[in-house]
């Protein structure tokens, strides 16, 4: 699911978002971009994990892309 980009992200969602940016597993697959844990998270964000995906509605990023 999408978030249109004029709507604001809520608290919970905010909160679920850190919860992924502080995930040791999420951490491994932003910092190295390769590998059996980045794979993994490739698989999962969108269709298993709640914070991988609010991740993405807060950030405008996948889980497992690089940060800037």
Do not use: S
Not at 10 to 34: D, G, S, W
């Amino acid at each position: 699911m999408k978030m249109p980009a004029t709507e604001v992200p809520t608290a919970i969602e905010k909160a679920m978002a850190k919860v992924c940016e502080l995930c040791p597993v999420c951490l491994h697959a932003r910092y190295h971009q390769k590998g059996l844990v980045y794979d993994f998270v490739t698989r999962i964000e969108e269709d298993v994990c709640p914070f991988c995906r609010a991740y993405e509605r807060v950030h405008g990023k996948k889980a497992h892309e690089r940060r800037t």
